[in-house]
């Protein structure tokens, strides 16, 4: 009888830790999958791998991060599939801006920002004006003029409709009361090449994609940062502000997840993101991220992001409409 008793006791013990262990509390239980609206290779891509290893490290117990590319509809597509997914904390989101809140300003979307939990920015990445070496302008100021000589004949290459390059000629545009031609092109590749080939003036792109252009003939005139300081990646650029254009415009890059996601997740994510930036086997594998990180907890991200979609509606009715 004593022998089934303790029989009983030790197989009770046992379910009691199976069962613990079948509800491990988050996020030991399965791997976390951030979703990413952009292809393999995209610099949203390799910010998230980048991260995720890191991010598992100051995360602690068992946690796991998976990394999944959802391409399409300039991150609508994922933003979409993140928003119905369940708040549980195990599916998380790369949002970017300005297109998570332009986008569904002027055109039907399968998401809406106020239905995601913001968690953490990581990257503010300005966007700046480039043009060739053999053009005569030096600054804005002499891009303005030359709009202004020719009006809808300066042409300007960007990313794609609705991308910061385009927002960033609508609201150059709209500052100096002339138009150029945009250009869109399907990426800072192609963007980049249509430029060094002479097919447009002028090309808009983020920061970090100008460092990359800089082994070229290429000169850099002007960045867009909102907060009027330089970039660390061109820290000898002038800002608009600086030559008296008061155009502002970034990239932003960070992490979101489901409405509802509970606070405490939010706040553990925040933290370990956080922690994970000043990480110094992080800083080494993530050179090209170092010049333009500029991590926002997913607060103040969501005050800022307000902020932007003000400036950023007075561009709708500039949008193409088919």
């Not at 998570?100 to 399968?110: A, E, L």
């Not at 902020?307 to 409409?321: H, N």
């Amino acid at each position: 009888m004593k022998f089934q008793l303790r029989l009983a006791y030790a197989m009770g013990a046992l379910f009691c830790a199976a069962a613990g262990a079948a509800h491990a509390e988050w996020p030991d239980d399965h791997p976390i999958q951030i979703v990413v609206g952009y292809s393999a290779g995209s610099a949203t891509d390799l910010m998230a791998r980048n991260l995720a290893p890191f991010l598992a490290r100051h995360l602690g117990g068992h946690a796991q991060i998976i990394v999944i590319d959802k391409p399409g509809a300039t991150g609508a597509i994922a933003n979409a599939f993140v928003q119905h997914s369940k708040p549980d904390g195990y599916t998380l989101g790369t949002i970017n801006l300005p297109g998570f809140v332009f986008t569904p300003m002027y055109q039907k979307t399968n998401y809406q920002p106020a239905d995601m939990s913001i968690v953490a920015r990581m990257v503010a990445d300005p966007a700046v004006l480039i043009t060739r070496k053999d053009n005569p302008a030096n600054n804005l100021a002499d891009v303005v003029q030359a709009m202004h000589k020719a009006p809808g004949r300066v042409s300007f290459g960007n990313n794609g409709v609705g991308t910061n390059g385009h927002l960033t000629q609508l609201m150059l545009q709209q500052a100096i009361g002339v138009d150029g031609i945009a250009v869109p092109f399907k990426g800072s590749g192609e963007t980049s090449t249509a430029l060094l080939s002479k097919q447009v003036d002028y090309v808009i792109l983020s920061a970090s994609e100008a460092t990359m252009l800089q082994q070229n003939p290429v000169k850099v005139l002007a960045q867009f940062s909102p907060s009027g300081q330089r970039s660390q990646a061109l820290p000898d650029v002038p800002t608009a502000q600086e030559q008296g254009f008061n155009v502002l415009m970034t990239s932003e890059r960070g992490f979101s997840g489901p409405k509802g996601l509970p606070k405490n997740i939010i706040d553990r994510l925040d933290t370990a993101i956080s922690a994970a930036l000043q990480d110094p086997d992080y800083r080494k594998a993530a050179v090209n991220d170092l010049p333009v990180l500029a991590y926002l907890p997913g607060d103040q991200w969501s005050a800022s992001m307000k902020e932007s979609a003000e400036r950023l509606s007075k561009l709708v009715p500039l949008m193409p409409k088919d």
